[in-house]
């Protein structure tokens, strides 16, 4: 059984440039969720997805953007990049919008770097 | 807004040995979930426990154990019989009940745990 994959694990941009990271979440899930983590830092919420559409959005400008395709699977783009966006990007998945479990499963993340 | 605070941004402990891990949390919802999730070299996040705020119980899964204290708002997790590959970042996360719909998690800022052989 398939975990949460994401690609690439490691990308290099410069400033200004724009980025799509791509996720799929574990088999059986439905929902994908993205998060930033900074170097030392705990995950921050970015959004998420569920039937194709961004339920829910953390504090991040509309330089993030999102799609979820009809398998499930995710992308995150970041447009106009800056050195700030240097950072490990992780998916999660799970199962249910509503779900009670509460457990999401999560990539081993994106790591980029912004020059 | 629910925020999280682990105030300890390293630990060590002696193989064999206990250690616990401090977590407060601020929020004005009743019911929630707490987790604990550990994020090793690797970068994946593992789930460790999680704990239902309506349960009074404290959750434990093998070696792992938490004390949850809700008036005061404390999550601490105790790690028993610390072995070498517990080595890792541990975070502290919080999630609103699932009527609020989406499953964010709001997590500290982690805490770095080191075992000493």
């Known amino acids: 059984d398939a975990g949460v994959t994401q690609s690439p694990t490691h990308l290099i941009k410069t400033r200004g440039q724009q980025v799509t990271l791509r996720c799929s979440p574990k088999?059986?899930?439905?929902?994908v969720s993205w998060y930033q983590q900074a170097l030392g830092q705990g995950p921050q919420f970015i959004f998420q997805?569920?039937?194709?559409?961004?339920?829910q959005r953390g504090n991040f400008p509309d330089r993030f953007s999102g799609h979820q395709f009809p398998n499930y699977s995710s992308e995150l783009n970041v447009n106009a990049l800056l050195l700030g966006d240097s950072a490990l990007y992780l998916c999660?998945?799970?199962?249910?919008?509503?779900?009670?479990?509460?457990?999401?499963?999560f990539g081993e993340g994106s790591r980029l770097t912004v020059l | 807004a629910q925020t999280v605070t682990q105030s300890q941004p390293e630990m060590s402990v002696q193989e064999a040995e206990t250690v616990t891990l401090s977590c407060t949390y601020d929020?004005?919802?009743?019911?929630?979930?707490l987790f604990w999730y550990k994020q090793p070299p690797s970068r994946q996040m593992i789930l460790v426990i999680r704990?239902?705020?309506?349960?009074?119980q404290n959750a434990t899964e093998n070696r792992f154990s938490v004390n949850f204290q809700k008036a005061a708002k404390s999550f601490s997790l105790k790690i028993s019989d610390s072995q070498l590959g517990d080595a890792a970042m541990y975070f502290c996360?919080?999630?609103?009940?699932?009527?609020?719909?989406?499953?964010?998690?709001?997590f500290g800022q982690g805490t770095r745990l080191t075992i000493n052989p």
């Open positions: 088999s059986g899930h439905d929902t």
């Open positions: 996360a919080y999630r609103s009940p699932p009527t609020q719909g989406a499953q964010k998690l709001v």
């Open positions: 929020t004005s919802e009743s019911d929630y979930y």
């Open positions: 999660a998945s799970s199962l249910g919008y509503r779900a009670n479990t509460g457990e999401l499963f």
């Open positions: 704990q239902e705020a309506y349960k009074q």
């Open positions: 997805y569920y039937e194709e559409e961004e339920r």
